[in-house]
């Protein structure tokens, strides 16, 4: 099975082919002008390294936000059209779930945060138990402040939570009492454990009609009155 991932929600954007669980390769973009002139033509590349061919890809997986607003449309928009002309499924998934995935630790809830610049972030929460992942904060973009309350409320001890993201350290002033991951990357591995847990455990989360998907920017800022 031959899965394509691609993260463009972030800064430094990833490019990567796994061909039955092992990785062919993985490329870097750090800008987007780039991501733009050469996806396509890595797409390609990558696959002809794998000795085979672009049709060959059976699903492709990509981070759908938030995250930076013209990679996401780059990414999107590219995978879109791919994927219509061959015919094949895509697989969205939450740029805030993959960050949470870099993390696995029983009965702790795992608190991505990214920045979202205004004084707000992006995130969510997932609660990691019996080696699951179950989300307990919706994807979203909130005040720090109003962010760390929900999370207070799905646990009482700040023994069980875990921040990352470059959010949590932008805010770690009010994330005193709370462990602060230093990682806020996403791995390509990630977004490809990820969909596989997707085509095993729950195949409507796989499109084939995937026309009005659009990137998940979130809306307006909860617990925000501007």
């Not at 954007?13 to 396509?40: C, G, T």
């Not at 969909?195 to 195949?203: G, K, L, S, Y």
């Not at 979130?218 to 501007?226: D, E, I, Q, V």
């Amino acid at each position: 099975m031959n899965i394509l991932t691609l993260d463009s929600s972030q800064l430094e954007a990833s490019l990567a082919l796994f061909s039955n669980d092992k990785k062919v390769r993985e490329i870097h973009y750090s800008r987007e002008r780039r991501l733009s002139m050469y996806l396509v033509y890595d797409i390609s590349k990558i696959t002809q390294e794998n000795k085979s061919e672009i049709n060959e890809i059976d699903y492709f997986a990509l981070t759908i936000g938030p995250g930076s607003y013209t990679g996401l449309r780059i990414g999107l928009m590219t995978i879109k059209t791919l994927a219509w002309s061959l015919q094949k499924p895509i697989i969205p998934i939450s740029t805030l779930h993959a960050l949470a995935y870099t993390i696995q630790k029983e009965n702790t809830l795992m608190c991505p945060m990214i920045d979202a610049r205004q004084n707000e972030i992006y995130g969510a929460g997932f609660l990691y138990r019996d080696g699951q992942y179950t989300q307990k904060i919706q994807d979203n973009k909130y005040a720090p402040s109003c962010f760390l309350e929900l999370v207070k409320k799905e646990m009482d001890s700040p023994k069980n939570c875990i921040f990352l993201g470059d959010g949590a350290l932008l805010y770690k002033h009010l994330l005193n009492d709370y462990f602060i991951h230093n990682g806020h990357t996403i791995d390509v591995s990630h977004i490809h454990s990820i969909a596989q847990e997707i085509i095993r455990n729950d195949r409507t989360k796989i499109l084939t009609k995937f026309q009005d998907l659009e990137p998940n920017y979130c809306g307006k800022a909860f617990g925000k009155n501007t």
